[in-house]
Structures are given as C-alpha cells and as structure tokens.
T-cell receptor, first 113, second 113 residues
Framework: AQSVSQHNHHVILSEAASLELGCNYS??????LFWYVQYPGQHLQLLLK??????LVKGIKGFEAEFIKSKFSFNLRKPSVQWSDTAEYFC???????????FGGGTRVLVKP | DAGITQSPRYKITETGRQVTLMCHQT?????MFWYRQDLGHGLRLIYY???????DKGEVPDGYVVSRSKTENFPLTLESATRSQTSVYFC????????????FGPGTRLTVL
C-alpha cells in the first residue's frame, strides 16, 4: 500500500524567509505526485504536480518541487514567502496506473508579517 | 460556472441518526471522491466512483454508504452516525483517474454529538 509522510506538522516563518516542506512516499512503482494547498477557510487547491519528465516542477504562486526518485521524495520549496502563504500544505501520491490519491498528514505553515 | 458544491456546509447531528452529505459537480467529470479530513491524518479516502452506478471503497469506508445514480451527484450517507465520524468531509472530482487533477469542493463540517 502506498503511504506519504510529511515531516513537519507545523512551520513558523517570517516574511521573506525561504520555505522547504519535506514529503516522502512509499510506493513500488511509477508515481504521480501532487502538492495541494488549503488556505484558511477554503477548499484544497492544486499547487503543482509531477507526472514525468523534468523532476523540477514549477507551480503557481512561486512554488516549486523537486522529485528525487532515489530518495522517494517530492519536497516543496519557495524562495521567499509572503504572509498570504499561510496555509496548510498537503503532499499526495498516486500510482501512475491507479486512481486513488493518498495524502500526507499535512503541514501547517504560519508566515508572520 | 458553479464547479463542485457541497451541502450542507455545516451540520450538527446526534449519535445514531442518519445523515446525508450532498456533492454536486457541473463539469460532467467521470470520477468523484469523498474524503474526510482529520487533524494529523490529512485526507483519507472514504469512497470513490468511476462513473454513474460504479462505486468502490477507499481507505476508511466503514459506516458510510454512497450512491451515484447521476454523473453529477455523489451523496455520502452516514447510516448511523457515531462521534468518531465528526470530521470535515470533502468531495472531489476529476475528468479521469489517471494522473488527472482532482478538484475539491468547499467541504462540510460535521459534528456528531
């Protein structure tokens, strides 16, 4: 069975600091990887996704993620955060031939103005 | 463009009562999903549906029933609500399961007393 682990449950940053959120997955085959974001009071939105090709994926709002197959990781990064990046971030994985997403436990990010 | 809607947005019920959460999408997406979101667990898949009249269990299906008589609707029923089913419930849809993006509804916050 596939699983996803997000290392940090809570992260507190100041504006302009760099952000990196860890995500490791467990799955034996080819995967599709996703990062979703949930802003306070809102529903989940897709930040970025990886299917194949360039392992460095760029998403919306200046976020990017790097797929490192040898480490089973898909870490999310942003060089300079803003107060509006305060949200909960979820990593998710799906077997390429499957149809079910498995989510990590989420990381709550608080950006102090 | 309404997208994906859920009703009610908030619900308080008592142990043992039957509760139905509604999900409606206007995109004619084939796939629909129900998740529950609990602190520390991220999102966990309850049930999903590949098309009208085709449903399958997810990770945590016990205590829940779904149906899909029409493509656009995917109601989730708690036949006899328990306190452990207090959660936030999200419905999602996607064009196809593949590597496709899932689009999420705004969620229903359910409290079982």
């Amino acid at each position: 069975a596939q699983s996803v682990s997000q290392h940090n449950h809570h992260v507190i940053l100041s504006e302009a600091a760099s952000l990196e959120l860890g995500c490791n997955y467990s799955y034996g085959g080819t995967v599709n990887l996703f990062w979703y974001v949930q802003y306070p009071g809102q529903h989940l939105q897709l930040l970025l996704k990886y299917f194949s090709g360039d392992p460095l994926v760029k998403g919306i709002k200046g976020f990017e993620a790097e797929f490192i197959k040898s480490k089973f990781s898909f870490n999310l990064r942003k060089p300079s955060v803003q107060w509006s990046d305060t949200a909960e971030y979820f990593c998710a994985v799906k077997g390429a031939a499957g149809n079910k997403l498995t989510f990590g436990g989420g990381t709550r990010v608080l950006v102090k103005p | 463009d309404a997208g994906i809607t859920q009703s009610p947005r908030y619900k308080i019920t008592e142990t043992g009562r039957q509760v139905t959460l509604m999900c409606h999408q206007t995109w004619s997406h084939s796939y629909m999903f129900w998740y529950r979101q609990d602190l520390g667990h991220g999102l966990r898949l309850i049930y999903y549906s590949a098309a009208a009249d085709i449903t399958d269990k997810g990770e945590v299906p016990d205590g829940y029933v779904v149906s899909r008589s029409k493509t656009e609707n995917f109601p989730l029923t708690l036949e006899s609500a328990t306190r452990s089913q207090t959660s936030v419930y999200f419905c999602a849809s996607s064009v196809q399961a593949g590597g496709d993006t899932q689009y999420f509804g705004p969620g229903t916050r359910l409290t079982v007393l």
